[in-house]
T-cell receptor, first 111, second 111 residues
Framework: NAGVTQTPKFRVLKTGQSMTLLCAQD?????MYWYRQDPGMGLRLIHY???????AKGEVPDGYNVSRLKKQNFLLGLESAAPSQTSVYFC??????????FGQGTRLTVV | DAKTTQPPSMDCAEGRAANLPCNHS???????VYWYRQIHSQGPQYIIH???NNETNEMASLIITEDRKSSTLILPHATLRDTAVYYC????????????FGAGTRLFVKA
């Protein structure tokens, strides 16, 4: 039982490049989330999904897109990366009304 | 979700109890108190949650005041491995985990 797995763990992008972060969970959770964490700060919600085929905006959605084509996967896309998107990205999943389980993070640097 | 207030940092001697306070004076009747911790830059780890009664599990105890406006997370015998940032979160147990994590309390356990 792997829980929540994020791919890749590290990435360096040049400004303007695009990339997709993959999150996979094997707990059959309905809800999935993407957060970002900047140095010395808490986590901020980017986008979330309440089920396959549905997505919604969180606190800081600008510059990101997401897709949930399969229940177990939640993709976070950066269409044109900017230095301000340098951060650590965490994916999480949960059942309704239950605690969330987090992945180990993706450290992204945009130069 | 109600706002929470935590001290930015605390120290604790190894082997002693660590008592981490959290104020949540605007908590609503249907909102639970959740605690997570984040070790180094790993993904947040769920610790415990409660509604009004005190709760205990293998990791910690949660004490919620009678008026529910504050709570304390207790690590009974802190070890060096408990050095982490601890987040107190208040949320209703409906819907998903769309909670915003604040800055938390940085706990330093010293030998």
């Amino acid at each position: 039982n792997a829980g929540v797995t994020q791919t890749p763990k590290f990435r360096v992008l040049k400004t303007g490049q695009s990339m997709t972060l993959l999150c996979a969970q094997d707990m059959n959770h309905e809800y999935m989330y993407w957060y970002r964490q900047d140095p010395g700060m808490g986590l901020r919600l980017i986008h979330y999904s309440v089920g396959e085929g549905t997505t919604a905006k969180g606190e800081v959605p600008d510059g990101y897109n997401v897709s949930r084509l399969k229940k177990q996967n939640f993709l976070l896309g950066l269409e044109s990366a900017a230095p301000s998107q340098t951060s650590v990205y965490f994916c999480a999943s949960s059942r309704q009304g239950s605690e969330a389980f987090f992945g180990q993070g993706t450290r992204l640097t945009v130069v | 979700d109600a706002k929470t207030t935590q001290p930015p940092s605390m120290d604790c001697a190894e082997g002693r109890a660590a008592n981490l306070p959290c104020n949540h004076s605007t908590i609503s009747g249907n909102e639970y108190v959740y605690w997570y911790r984040q070790i180094h830059s790993q993904g947040p780890q769920y610790i415990i949650h409660g509604l009004k009664n005190n709760e205990t599990n293998e990791m910690a105890s949660l004490i919620i005041t009678e008026d529910r406006k504050s709570s304390t997370l207790i690590l009974p015998h802190a070890t060096l491995r408990d050095t982490a940032v601890y987040y107190c979160i208040v949320r209703a147990n409906t819907g998903g985990f769309k909670t915003i994590f604040g800055a938390g309390t940085r706990l330093f356990v010293k030998a």
